[in-house]
């Protein structure tokens, strides 16, 4: 079975920029959590979507929005890049999400550099 | 104070060695337990769930909660040198969004 895919995995922006991220899901999983990975912070959460809603969300500013689609892939978008944004951004499935029931399983991340 | 604290490291151990590696959280009301390894240029992977207190095994690896304490532990029996890594622990209420620790870093000594 194949494993959660992001694309792209490496991306460069400059301050002030917008960017989308892509995550698709290991087939048959409605659950799509997405996360921000940096050495200062650790992995923080950043909203998780189930049958293209969003059902949980982190402390991070509006700038950063997200969406699912039918088919559970979803998008990741941060508008107005700041270089603080420069980080893993890591996207996870699982089939219905939430750890009391489910494993989650992650992508190998996209990294974000922003100039 | 941050909801869940863990060292940074690095802790570099010789192979066949018993690793220890641990977390303190604040928040009493968590109930989800887990501990994720994940490897340079890598997403993490899940290595051992448990649900509220006491001791979990998976081959070389137990997990341990103490809730009273409100620590957690990973111990890694026979370590080699595939077990260098960045682990992570992660814990979470019911249905609600997981917190991390910020990972050890982990070196296995051949």
């Known amino acids: 079975k194949a494993g959660v895919t992001q694309t792209p995995r ?24 997405w996360y921000q990975q940096t050495p200062g912070q650790g992995l923080q959460f950043l909203f998780e979507y189930f049958s293209e809603t969003q059902r ?20 990741m978008n941060v508008s107005t890049l700041e270089l603080g944004d420069s980080a893993l951004y890591l996207c996870a499935s699982s089939f219905e999400g939430g750890p009391s029931t489910d494993t989650q399983y992650f992508g190998p991340g996209t990294r974000l550099t922003v100039l | 104070q941050k909801e869940v604290e863990q060292d940074p490291g690095p802790l570099s151990v010789p192979e066949g060695a018993i690793v220890s590696l641990n977390c303190t959280y604040s928040n009493s ?24 207190s006491g001791n979990k ?9 103490d ?40 070196h296995i000594l051949p």
């Open chain 1, 10 to 33: 490496y991306l460069i922006k400059t301050r002030g920029q917008q960017v989308t991220l892509s995550c698709s899901p290991i087939s048959g999983h409605r659950s799509v959590s």
């Open chain 1, 56 to 75: 949980n969300k982190g402390n991070f500013p509006g700038r950063f929005s997200g969406r699912q689609f039918s088919n559970s892939r979803s998008e």
């Open chain 2, 29 to 52: 009301a968590f109930q989800y337990f887990m501990w994720y390894r994940q490897y340079s240029r890598k997403g993490p992977e899940l290595l051992m769930y448990t649900y509220s």
């Open chain 2, 57 to 65: 095994e998976d081959g070389r690896f137990t997990a341990q909660v």
């Open chain 2, 67 to 106: 809730k009273s304490s409100k620590y957690i532990s990973l111990f890694i029996r026979d370590s080699q040198p595939s077990d260098s890594a960045t682990y992570l622990c992660a814990m979470s209420l019911r249905d609600d969004k997981i917190i991390f620790g910020k990972g050890t870093r982990l």
